[in-house]
T-cell receptor, first 114, second 114 residues
Framework: AQKITQTQPGMFVQEKEAVTLDCTYDTSDPSYGLFWYKQPSSGEMIFLIYQGSYDQQNATEGRYSLNFQKARKSANLVISASQLGDSAMYFCAMRGRDRRQLTFGSGTQLTVLP | DAGVIQSPRHEVTEMGQEVTLRCKPISGHDYLFWYRQTMMRGLELLIYFNNNVPIDDSGMPEDRFSAKMPNASFSTLKIQPSEPRDSAVYFC????????????FGSGTRLTVV
């Protein structure tokens, strides 16, 4: 079975500062993918970044980077230079090689303060 | 590409009525998923299809729920009869058969059963 744990129900960050959102996972699949999604108050789910379990380097997409520590089974999202528009719910998710469905964590509500 | 298209955006219905939610996936995507989001249970998978064939429907709550995918460009999720506890946001998502492909979600259907 796959499990995603996000232990921070809510986070606050000052505008222009960096913030780290935590995500730990558990799986028995030897190959898997980790994803982060953003859900603003409007409700849509926006794909942010992907990390493969065999990727040697941490994934980056603009201001988003993924701090992947395989031995610790963690895949934390780092947002640099926070903007007011980053205020949203953030979900960590994973899928295994043979399991096509995404398993989601409970989410972290990020609020960026001016 | 227009993305994943869901309709309607909002649905309010009375308990006992039939509700049909619709989804058009991205052209060429091999997989289609139906998720339900509630405050209590978060994002949970209901069912998913591969090349129009249902693969895993273990998340479908009960016999009141049914889903079909008659062709590669259309899927429906039907609830009959609807109950107040079915009130939720229902998302459709599609993806390629590639581990690294970020799933694309539709805008969701907010269902309210009164």
């Amino acid at each position: 079975a796959q499990k995603i744990t996000q232990t921070q129900p809510g986070m606050f960050v000052q505008e222009k500062e960096a913030v780290t959102l935590d995500c730990t996972y558990d799986t028995s699949d030897p190959s898997y993918g980790l994803f982060w999604y953003k859900q603003p108050s409007s409700g849509e789910m926006i794909f942010l970044i992907y990390q493969g379990s065999y990727d040697q380097q941490n994934a980056t997409e603009g201001r988003y980077s993924l701090n992947f520590q395989k031995a610790r089974k963690s895949a934390n999202l780092v947002i640099s230079a926070s903007q007011l528009g980053d205020s949203a719910m953030y979900f960590c998710a994973m899928r295994g090689r043979d399991r096509r469905q995404l398993t989601f964590g409970s989410g972290t509500q990020l609020t960026v303060l001016p | 590409d227009a993305g994943v298209i869901q309709s309607p955006r909002h649905e309010v219905t009375e308990m006992g009525q039939e509700v049909t939610l619709r989804c058009k996936p991205i052209s060429g995507h091999d997989y289609l998923f139906w998720y339900r989001q509630t405050m209590m249970r978060g994002l949970e998978l209901l069912i998913y299809f591969n090349n129009n064939v249902p693969i895993d429907d273990s998340g479908m709550p009960e016999d009141r729920f049914s889903a079909k995918m008659p062709n590669a460009s259309f899927s429906t999720l039907k609830i009959q009869p609807s109950e107040p506890r079915d009130s939720a946001v229902y998302f459709c998502a599609s993806t390629l058969d590639v581990l690294s492909d970020g799933y694309t979600f539709g805008s969701g259907t907010r269902l309210t059963v009164v």
